[in-house]
Nanobody, 125 residues
Framework: QVRLVESGGGLVQAGGSLRLSCAAS????????VGWFRRAPGKEREFVAA????????YYADSVKGRFTISRDNAKNTVYLQMNSLKPEDTNVYYC??????????????????WGQGTQVTVSS
């Protein structure tokens, strides 16, 4: 497992942008797939985006395609989620998560065994 810490959340108006960061500890981080999930109060965690260990493959939920971009810098042990054209329905706590990349399970919350504490994103209308 790796330790993950999210940052970059905040309050933004609809149509605005935010960039979330997920900083990881551990020398083997470059072997991990990383995903972003979000959860509204009283709801299950929802897949947002994921990236393979190399950054060569990315996955997105239909609700964020074309608006969000996931990327990583393995030299900095950091994964980013650039969020553009934000909508009020994007308001959630956002979590990053990681698991050893074996080529599957990128959008499956059950496959991830390392989680951050979450960062709040609030989009006002």
């Amino acid at each position: 497992q790796v330790r993950l810490v999210e940052s970059g959340g905040g309050l933004v108006q609809a149509g605005g942008s935010l960039r979330l960061s997920c900083a990881a500890s551990g020398r083997t981080f470059s072997t991990y797939a990383v995903g972003w999930f979000r959860r509204a109060p009283g709801k299950e965690r929802e897949f947002v985006a994921a990236i393979s260990w190399s950054g060569g493959t990315t996955y997105y939920a239909d609700s964020v395609k074309g608006r969000f971009t996931i990327s990583r810098d393995n030299a900095k042990n950091t994964v980013y989620l650039q969020m553009n054209s934000l909508k009020p329905e994007d308001t959630n706590v956002y979590y990053c998560a990681a698991h050893v990349d074996y080529g599957l399970g990128f959008d499956d919350v059950k496959e991830y065994d390392s989680w951050g504490q979450g960062t709040q994103v609030t989009v006002s209308s």
